[in-house]
Each structure stands twice: as structure tokens, then as C-alpha cells.
């Protein structure tokens, strides 16, 4: 069984970590650990118009943002990766500084300290320099900054195709089995 932690925190693009915990969801073997903001959840709805009890319910298991002491906030939990997503400025700024002050940063901080996949899908632009040395403070050691950037060459027809790609490569990079993804075979001749 792998493990996966979702995080949803307070920047615009819930979509991404309610995309992720929906593909998450169908895959076999893959069970999944949902922690949210606040402002996450005010973003689910105003962006999504989705109910809390929605977004749960793609979760395996649910864990209050304010619960530092949940299962996710220890070493001992295996895991086998996180995704904020996507991750606010200042989710980005309390992980690169090792600030564990809710869930979300706490299981990040644990991350990083037992040497396992971080990835933060980083949501602002445009971007000064505390948010540059704030991603490169969490690259140095060893988290995964993922800008939500959609890629344009495989030509998609909507928004969905858009953040599907972005949540597709994510879900490679936490080394999961995607029989189905779009790939890139290469310019045509």
C-alpha cells in the first residue's frame, strides 16, 4: 500500500489538490491523507462550489488542520510522499523555515527531515524574492517545487486538460503507475 499525503492550503487553485485526491482515489494500492486550511477550504468553495463533505470523501482518511499531533506529524508514519497543493506563499515560507505551526507544515517539515518526496505546487506570480529564496531554502533540502505551469504541447482543449497534465506529472514524480497518462513521443517527422 502506498501512502500519500494531500495538503490543500490557502492560494487560489484548489482544483489541483481536489484533482490530485480524485486520481489518487481511483488508483489501486494508493491510499491517501487529506489535511486543508482554512483558507483552503474557503477556496474549495468559492473556486469550486464543491461541500467539505465532497473533498473528504475522496480521502482515505482526514485529518483536522490544526491537529499537530495526528498521525502525519511523525517520522514514524510511513509515507511515501506529499503534495501541497497548491502551496501559499506562506506554506511555502513556514517549510522553508522549518515553521511547524499547523498540520500542513508539520508533515511537510517531517518530510523533508526523513528524507521523503516533498512537492509543492507553488500558486503566485509574479514572484519577489522571498518567494525565490523560499523555494530555493526548500530545494537545497530536498523538496520538489512544482509550479502549476501548464504545458502547451500536447495541445489541450480545456481547463481540465490543463490541470490533469499538471497533476499527472505530479503524480509520476511520486512515482506511481499512470498506464493511461498522455505522453510525449516526440515532434512529428
Known sequence: MK?????ISGASGAVYGVRLLQM?????????HLTVSEAGWLNVQQELD?????????????????NVGAAIASGSFQCDGMVVAPCAMRTLAAVALGLSDNLITRAADVMLKERRRLILM????????????????VTEMGGIIFPPVPGFYHRPQSINEMVDHSVSRVIDLLG?????????????S
Not at 50 to 66: F, I, S
Not at 176 to 188: E, F, K, V, Y
Open 3 to 7: 501512502r500519500v499525503i494531500v495538503a
Open 24 to 32: 489518487l482515489h481511483g488508483m489501486q494500492g494508493v491510499q491517501t
Open 50 to 66: 464543491m461541500a467539505r463533505a465532497e473533498v473528504e470523501a475522496l480521502a482515505d482518511v482526514v485529518y483536522p488542520v490544526q
Open 122 to 137: 507553488v500558486r503566485e506570480t509574479p514572484l519577489n524574492l522571498a518567494h525565490l529564496r523560499n523555494m530555493t531554502s
Open 176 to 188: 506511481l503507475p499512470q498506464p493511461d497518462a498522455t505522453r510525449w513521443t516526440g515532434l512529428a
